[in-house]
């Protein structure tokens, strides 16, 4: 633990802000730059998707907007967990989480363009639907405007009840209860309903699962960058890096757990309709993948992390929440992918390189401004 | 905890002189007085009111063996099963007991590696409650298997019994290695936690085969530097060991009901709602004796109202997420459109179990609810009242997922109803009285506060 971590600083100890450092201004541009460019590319390829009844566009952009939403909410759980339970092990740490939910608008707007791709994604949009036994059944609930009315209002919970519990504490255990309830359901409608016949009562913590392990890397990895620009309170000799490290490690197994308790109760019961989506993701062109995910998401982090030593070394927490990073995009992926091109056998190119570059683009422009703002650090 | 070492006392894991920890124990106690305090009451006779207690729980304990008696030698017959619900009282006390368990390893294994120090003045205790109840889980299997002089047949052994071979495919399996694993890692992280208390007791000792018994458990500890640094070692590493089994037993009783094909029973939510819904009990069930004990054996210094408090909020939480997870099963079963789920849902809430239903619901979701309120949280009286109303619910939460799913399945004509009889109240009781027996004789024999640990977030000394 680092001792000085918890050592509170005074007004005058704060970081003064990018404003007074010629470079990192420089580098701030630069990043901006790349960052627009990547939006304005990643935007571009992603359109190369639109043939072929554009279900590589949309599914990606899907992607982009969930991968978006768990960013913000990963900032917001992480503020409100570590809050909840007094640490002071965070303080440091605090910037890159208060400034993720700067992405949360974006997202709302990437998931109000899914509209119009609404008949591509979901089979409950489509026109022969109302001649689906099964669908009929659910029609009250999976319909297009009461669907993309909920969106708003999970955006607008978040949005709300975020910003004000990160200004006041008392905040923090009510939007716990919201966020429990709102979670839950976005994971339900966004992704669960693409696969008619098909559920999982623990779908919404399997995306918590992954949403939270990418929030800690992300928190990871901009602990790093802004210790690199001499952006931590003067008060933080090294980084905190240690115990993000042990989150890290925590989470990339308490994931697994999830994964394997969905895996292993559908697998194991053998039942038709609900084996159905794991059996296309064991079958060949979609097994490499399938277990490639495992090994993002958990054996990869949990072996970087379990190290001592490595916990503290800034360049393997790089890697470590890099590779995660990478898992939560092909987790997504293969919740998403699979139902919407029938389990034909999954195609990786340029739509998904621009749903990628789209995603660290608009997460980057979201995030920076806030994460290097004047005394914000704090 | 990597450089526990390097703090100033073993057990001082490196917050620095801030914080909250310097009120963790109340009354500015000496290191003196912590030793004194804690090891009077095991070195002096109990009183009446200890003897009464055990009397009383004794009995109880003594209805469960005369129970347990009339079913080993009349058979199974003496329960209210039948054909269609084959599981229904005792393996919810089973899932009941291994879920009270919980609570014990939580606090010592996972909010250690937390460091969450306010763990120090409940863990001996918890951790003692953990054992006794896994003890009083494993004895329902046992007792339904039916021939329980060949339990040991549940155990992969090399056998002359031919092909005769455990089934690995079989949860029910994974359950014997589950709980007995479980049983021997608390048993134990808590004995390696006692060590130095029992030198301390040792040392106090003036009867020499006292003295010899306890030097003998105690390992010939001296409290070296380095003996503390290897205890501190030891220590750290059963914590991480003892972690994934918070988990795991709980999971895998889950699986019991989930690898199924029952509607109601096979959930892929089971196995963290049920190992959320451990620890709710768990921590229900600590704080209804604690509360007692603290009050009896005059530790409310120790187990303060700060102590009540974050144990309360732990209940809270927890209880808000099993909440949550009723919340989901319902709203899955009807987003599924699957006919069987749909009904197996409605029954729970408005068939014949209704009762059962919505007094699981009012106990483990409503009442949870209270310690929203800062005032509930620190009064005892009210705190026990609403955790014996949480251990009530999480009972019933057990009776309702294994009873309603099974005695109205997929075929009408074999629809039926499950009276529990005398003989299997009994043994429920049985269990308590050898639970609350256990933890009787524990407060007497052993400090029932980690004195060495207490030590270690004193305020004395610390900032001086």
Redesign the interface.
């Known amino acids: ?1 680092n ?1 000085a971590a ?2 509170p600083a005074s007004p005058s100890d704060r970081f003064e802000g990018l404003g007074h450092v010629p470079e990192l201004i420089r580098l701030g541009r630069t990043l901006r730059g790349a960052a627009v460019g990547a939006l304005v590319l990643g935007a571009l390829l992603l359109l190369t998707g639109a043939g072929q009844g554009g279900a590589r566009l949309w599914g990606n952009l899907l992607v982009a907007g969930v991968n978006l939403t768990h960013v913000g909410l990963g900032g917001l759980f992480l503020v409100a967990a570590t809050r ?3 640490a ?1 092990w965070s303080d440091p740490i605090l910037a890159a989480p208060h400034a993720m939910p700067k992405v949360l608008p974006w997202a709302l707007g990437v998931m109000l363009v899914l509209w119009f791709g609404a008949a591509v994604l979901y089979p409950w949009a489509r026109p022969e639907a109302a001649s689906d ?2 669908l009929h ?2 029609a009250a ?1 999976l319909n297009k405007p009461f669907f993309w009315g909920r969106i708003v209002l999970y955006f607008v919970l978040w949005h709300f009840l975020g910003r004000l519990m990160l200004r006041r504490k008392s905040f923090t ?1 009510p939007f716990m ?1 919201s966020f ?2 709102t979670l ?1 359901l976005a994971s ?1 409608d966004w992704i669960m309903s693409l696969e008619p016949a098909w ?7 399997y995306g918590f699962a992954g949403m939270f392990l990418q929030g800690i890397a992300v928190v990871a990895m901009s602990a790093v960058a802004l210790r690199r620009f001499g952006l931590l309170p003067h008060g933080v000799q090294k980084s905190p890096n ?1 115990d993000l490290g042990k989150m890290l490690f925590a989470f990339s ?1 308490f994931w697994a ?2 994964w394997l ?2 895996f ?3 697998w ?2 053998n ?1 038709p309709e609900e084996v159905g989506p794991i059996k296309v993701l064991l079958s060949r062109p979609w097994a490499p993948l399938y277990f490639l995910n495992l090994a993002l998401n958990f054996v990869v982090p949990f072996h970087l992390m379990l190290n ?1 030593k490595a916990k503290d070394l800034e360049s393997m927490m790089l890697w470590a929440g890099a590779v995660v990073l990478a898992g939560h995009w092909l987790d997504l992926y293969l919740m998403i992918f699979p139902p919407l091109t029938g389990g034909a056998a999954p195609k990786l190119g340029l739509p998904e390189l621009g749903g990628i570059l789209f995603t660290l683009g608009l997460g980057h422009l979201a995030v920076w401004p806030r994460l290097t703002r004047k005394k914000e650090t704090l | 905890m990597h450089d526990a070492t390097a703090a100033a006392h073993p057990h001082d894991l490196g917050h620095g002189p801030h914080g909250a920890d310097s009120a963790l124990i109340k009354g500015d106690k000496t290191y003196g007085q912590v030793t004194e305090e804690v090891f009077a009451p095991i070195e002096r006779l109990p009183n009446k009111a200890w003897f009464a207690a055990v009397a009383l729980t004794g009995s109880m304990l003594a209805l469960g063996a005369w129970a347990v008696f009339q079913t080993l030698t009349k058979g199974i017959g003496t329960w209210g099963l039948n054909k269609t619900v084959g599981w229904a009282f005792d393996i919810t006390n089973f899932v009941f007991w291994v879920g009270i368990g919980h609570a014990g390893t939580l606090i010592s294994a996972i909010l250690y590696l937390f460091r969450q120090h306010w763990r120090t003045s409940i863990n001996r205790a918890a951790e003692a409650m953990t054992i006794f109840a896994v003890m009083c889980a494993g004895l329902f299997p046992i007792i339904h298997m039916g021939r329980p002089w060949v339990a040991h047949w549940a155990l992969p052994l090399p056998n002359t019994r031919g092909p005769l071979w455990v089934n690995f495919r079989s949860p029910l399996l994974w359950d014997v290695f589950a709980i007995s694993t479980y049983f021997i890692i608390s048993a134990v992280f808590w004995y390696i936690g006692l060590l130095p208390d029992l030198a301390t007791a040792r040392d106090r000792a003036e009867h020499p085969v006292r003295k010899r018994l306890l030097n003998l458990l105690s390992l010939g500890w001296n409290g070296a530097n380095r003996t503390w640094k290897h205890y501190e070692s030891v220590y750290g590493l059963l914590a991480g060991l003892a972690t994934p089994l918070v988990v795991s037993v709980h999971t895998i009783v889950s699986m019991d009901f989930a690898t199924s094909v029952i509607p109601g029973w096979h959930a892929t939510l089971f196995p963290p709602y049920f190992v959320v819904g451990a620890v709710f009990s768990g921590f229900a069930m600590v704080l209804t004796l604690m509360i007692v004990a603290r009050k009896l054996m005059n530790y409310e210094e120790y187990i303060t109202a700060s102590h009540l408090d974050a144990m309360c909020k732990v209940v809270l939480t927890t209880g808000s997420i099993v909440a949550l997870a009723y919340a989901t099963e319902f709203f899955v079963a009807w987003y599924s459109g699957n006919p069987y789920e749909r009904y197996v849902f409605l029954n729970r809430a408005l068939g014949p179990y209704k009762w059962a239903f919505w007094t699981m619901v009012s106990c483990n979701v409503i009442t949870p609810q209270f310690f929203w309120f800062e005032k509930f949280r620190r009064t005892p009286w009210i705190i026990f009242i609403l955790c014996i109303f949480v251990n009530i619910g999480m009972w019933f939460e057990r009776f309702v997922i294994i009873v309603t799913s099974l005695h109205r399945d997929y075929l009408p004509s074999s629809w039926a109803m499950y009276r529990p009889t005398f003989i299997e109240f009994a043994t429920l009781i049985g269990s308590f009285g050898l639970f609350l027996t256990l933890f009787l004789i524990f407060c007497r024999v052993l400090p029932m506060i980690a004195a060495s640990e207490v030590k270690g977030v004193l305020k004395h000394g610390q900032e001086q």
């Open positions: 633990m001792h918890s050592t909840l339970t007094n002071r036994h099964l059944l659910r609930w255990a209860v429990g309830l839950s339900f559920y999982s009562t623990i779908f919404a913590i240690h197994a757990y999830i308790s969905q292993l109760l559908i194991y019961a039942i001592r």
